[in-house]
């Protein structure tokens, strides 16, 4: 099997586990008549948040036989994303955010300051920390030996972020949560870190075999790291106005989006793929 098929194979799998994943969490809350939130402990909220992630590196270590190598770097990756991007960008998202504008009323999220925040300031903040991990870690070893590599490792990078936020959310009811709910919560979070990786992760492979000098590499690297932050912010965005429509909020309408979403990234970035690494292997 191609290395562009086992990382398409990888994110459809990545979809079909999180859907799993959330049908678990409704069975056992339905099958154990549980009307409320439940307490998970530290280690519970830890394997709540990273599960989703894990499910991803666990079927690319399964599948990816023809380099058996990286799979540490992988994991490393993943590890870098929860405990280097993750905690780096929350510290710039509260240092560059008034804490009014933070802790805004849900009816006022598309005001001009909430736009600006979460375009300018949150979705900077994410993309560029994992983007730094990614440029002075794996960017310049040899293991990025195909194009797809790169997404492969920015996917890494990124669901190592996304179980970080994962996490952030349930200590932030200090594990108080009802498991339905947290599922979902945390499926969309993974979904909307994964689709952004795709896009900036096909920039990172492009630059890397790409004949142009060091200046349009560099711009081809700038294009993926924006567009990533771009569809940050829309989702994020989009989110808000499709999952609370009114002061309430319904975390199934956010799932249903964040599925879709993830959905079209896939599909529109797998042909460049397809395209760059077969240029390369030309």
Same mark, same amino acid.
């Given at each position: 099997m191609s290395r562009v098929r086992i990382a398409i194979a990888t994110e459809v799998m990545l979809l079909l586990g999180l859907v799993a994943f959330l049908a678990a969490a409704f069975l056992v809350e339905?099958? @154990? &008549? +549980?009307? &409320?939130? $439940?307490k998970l402990g530290p280690v519970g909220q830890l394997a709540f948040a990273a599960l989703p992630a894990l499910l991803w590196l666990g079927y690319f270590r399964a599948q990816d036989s023809q380099e058996p190598e990286p799979r540490p770097l $992988? #994991? @490393? +990756? #993943? /590890? %870098?994303? %929860? +405990? $280097? %991007? &993750? *905690? %780096? @960008?929350d510290l710039a998202v509260q240092l560059a955010l008034a804490p009014d504008v933070a802790a805004a009323p849900d009816f006022d999220r598309l005001s001009p300051e909430r736009l600006a925040a979460a375009f300018l300031v949150v979705a900077v903040a994410q993309e560029l920390a994992i983007y730094l991990v990614v440029r002075y870690s794996v960017y310049p070893m040899a293991e990025i030996a195909q194009p797809i590599?790169? /997404?492969v490792y920015t996917s890494a990078v990124a669901l190592g972020f996304a179980a970080f936020r994962s996490h952030q959310y349930l200590g932030a009811l200090k594990g108080e949560v009802i498991l339905s709910v947290g599922a979902a919560r945390v499926v969309s979070f993974t979904l909307a870190h994964a689709s952004f990786a795709a896009v900036l992760g096909l920039a990172v492979g492009w630059a890397k075999f790409s004949p142009w000098g060091p200046v349009k590499r560099a711009l081809v690297l700038l294009g993926g790291l924006g567009g990533a932050i771009l569809l940050d912010g829309l989702f994020s965005v989009a989110e808000s106005a499709i999952a609370a429509p009114g002061l309430g #909020?319904? *975390?199934w309408r956010s799932v249903a989006f964040a599925f879709g979403f993830a959905v079209a990234v896939l599909i529109a970035i797998s042909l460049p793929l397809r395209k760059l690494t077969a240029r390369t292997a030309g």
């Open positions: 339905r099958g @154990a &008549g +549980l009307e &409320g939130a $439940v $992988v #994991f @490393a +990756l #993943f /590890l %870098a994303g %929860a +405990l $280097v %991007a &993750g *905690p %780096a @960008a590599d790169g /997404l #909020f319904s *975390p």
